[in-house]
C-alpha cells in the first residue's frame, strides 16, 4: 500500500524557517515533490527532486526554499527560509513514478500526502 507521510508544518513568523518532511512507502517513486493550497487559490507547484538528484523550483521561492531527499530512504525535505505570509498554506508531498519534463503538472503524479498546514505570520 502506498502511503506519504508529511510532518513539519507550524507557525512562523515572517522571515523565520521550517522543515517539512514526507517519507514515501509502498513504492520506490522517481520523482517526489511538494505543492501548496493556500486559502481560496488552486494548488500549485512549489519544488520536485528526481530520483537522480535533479532539482526544480517554482520562481518565487527560488532562493529561500530547498528540496533535498535521500534516495535510498524514499524521502524528500522541503527546507524553507525567509518566509512570507505569501508562503501560508497547506502543503502536500506528491510522488510520480516516472521522471517527466512538466514536473509541476499535478496530473503526472501518482500519489499524494494528506498534506501539512504552513502558518506565516506577519
Known amino acids: 500500500q502506498v502511503q506519504l507521510v508529511e510532518s513539519g508544518g507550524g507557525l512562523v513568523q515572517a522571515g523565520g524557517s521550517l522543515r517539512l518532511s514526507c517519507a514515501a512507502s509502498g513504492r520506490t517513486f522517481s520523482t517526489l515533490a511538494w505543492f501548496r493550497q493556500a486559502p481560496g487559490k488552486e494548488r500549485e507547484f512549489v519544488a520536485a527532486?528526481?530520483?537522480?538528484?535533479?532539482?526544480f523550483y517554482t520562481d518565487s521561492v527560488k532562493g529561500r526554499f530547498a528540496i533535498f531527499g535521500d534516495s535510498a530512504k524514499n524521502t524528500v525535505y522541503l527546507q524553507m527560509t525567509k518566509l512570507k505570509s505569501e508562503d501560508t498554506a497547506v502543503y502536500y508531498c506528491?510522488?510520480?513514478?516516472?521522471?517527466?519534463?512538466?514536473?509541476?503538472?499535478?496530473?503526472?503524479?501518482?500519489?499524494w500526502g494528506q498534506g501539512t498546514q504552513v502558518t506565516v505570520s506577519s
Open positions: 506528491a510522488a510520480a513514478l516516472g521522471y517527466y519534463n512538466n514536473y509541476d503538472l499535478q496530473t503526472k503524479y501518482d500519489s
Open positions: 527532486r528526481w530520483r537522480s538528484g535533479s532539482t
